[in-house]
């Protein structure tokens, strides 16, 4: 791969922020897109940025749906190498608000696929897509190969969407195009609107916690580490498949099913202080079970997970700690 930028979207995003540290740490100059939206914190996002003061980061704070301003910053670097991480993400918001999705999700996500295609030695874009778009399927673990044309939520139904669209620029125009299906990511620097943020925060605070279905609930915890890792060698790994196959498609997971509770007591041990659980039934458009087969990643990639929920929750929550000091 060459050595020209990395054109980084959703860059002051919590899994956008560690890749670009990464990525820097590696000598790469990075172009970050990032138009901090409201959605969570803007302080925070703000805050990430600030942990990418680097000679090699250039910051550029656009939505990515701005086809002309994207088409400005995108001549001034003629990037060969593309990660769209940016998304208006979740899965209860995209109930509440669903025009916000449609135009970062697709309208964004369709910018990104024709500035790549119109540019000369184009390597390779990986974009985020999410294991929620294997809605209510009960068939663990999930593996890529799995049906996902029955989504449970908006916001399932437009990464499902990248990724038809996605394989459409493939076929159509030989894009070279990676997809990467996350499964929920945390750590430090994460999002407010994440099980483990909200858990902590609730028992911080001494207030009850909405446990959704009871509790009854499992999820293949990814530490942001381990994510990085995976998105860092599909940047570098030239994608491969013949006309008519569908573009690399991975899992990045743990390869683990942890259930809620489990990581409520972690949290509970680490702050040694007790939560107060609200138990809720469960939420429209959410899932009991996510589970990854990451075999295909680990073969293309070298994917590997080093990080445990046993290390992971607990250094979470120490960021979380010094964060709000």
Same mark, same amino acid.
């Given at each position: 791969?060459? #050595? ?9 995003? *919590?899994?956008?922020?560690?890749? !670009?540290?990464?990525?820097? !740490? ?18 925070? #996002? ?7 003061? @680097?000679?090699?980061? @250039? ?12 088409? #400005? ?16 993400? /979740? ?11 449609? !135009?970062?999700?697709?309208?964004? *996500? ?7 295609? @119109? ?41 499902? /969407? ?36 909200? *858990?902590? #925060? ?50 990045? /997971? ?17 702050? /040694?202080?007790? !939560? ?39 250094? *979470? ?9």
């Amino acid at each position: 791969m060459s #050595k020209s930028p990395v054109f980084l979207t959703g860059c002051a995003g *919590f899994i956008g922020m560690h890749t !670009a540290k990464r990525l820097l !740490a590696q000598g790469e100059t990075v172009v970050g897109v990032d138009n901090i939206n409201p959605y969570y914190s803007v302080e925070l #996002k703000r805050n990430r940025l600030k942990e990418l003061e @680097h000679e090699n980061f @250039h910051f550029y704070e656009i939505d990515i749906s701005d086809r002309q301003t994207m088409e #400005k910053v995108w001549a001034t670097y003629e990037p060969k190498r593309v990660i769209n991480l940016a998304a208006q993400a /979740g899965v209860r918001y995209s109930i509440e608000n669903p025009f916000a999705y449609i !135009a970062s999700n697709i309208t964004g *996500f369709l910018v990104i696929l024709e500035l790549c295609r @119109h540019q000369k030695d184009f390597e390779n874009l990986v974009y985020a897509s999410t294991s929620s778009i294997y809605g209510s399927n009960t068939q663990m673990p999930f593996t890529e190969d799995q049906m996902t044309a029955l989504p449970i939520s908006l916001y399932a139904a437009t990464k499902s /969407g990248n990724e038809l669209m996605a394989q459409s620029y493939n076929y159509l125009y030989g894009l070279p195009v990676t997809g990467l299906r996350f499964f929920t990511v945390y750590g430090p620097w994460g999002r407010p609107d994440m099980a483990a943020f909200k *858990f902590t #925060k609730a028992i911080l605070a001494g207030e009850p916690l909405d446990l959704y279905n009871s509790g009854k609930m499992k999820r293949d915890f990814t530490y942001v580490d381990d994510i990085v890792s995976g998105i860092v060698a599909a940047v570098n790994t030239k994608p491969t498949n013949k006309k008519g196959e569908r573009h690399p498609i991975y899992n990045l /997971g743990n390869n683990r099913c942890e259930d809620l509770p489990k990581i409520i007591s972690l949290i509970e041990e680490t702050l /040694g202080k007790k !939560a107060l659980i609200n138990p809720m039934p469960m939420q429209l458009g959410d899932v009991q079970e996510t589970y990854a087969n990451i075999d295909k990643a680990k073969a293309d990639l070298g994917y590997s997970p080093q990080t445990t929920i046993d290390q992971g929750i607990p250094n *979470f929550v120490r960021w979380y700690i010094d964060y709000h000091k």
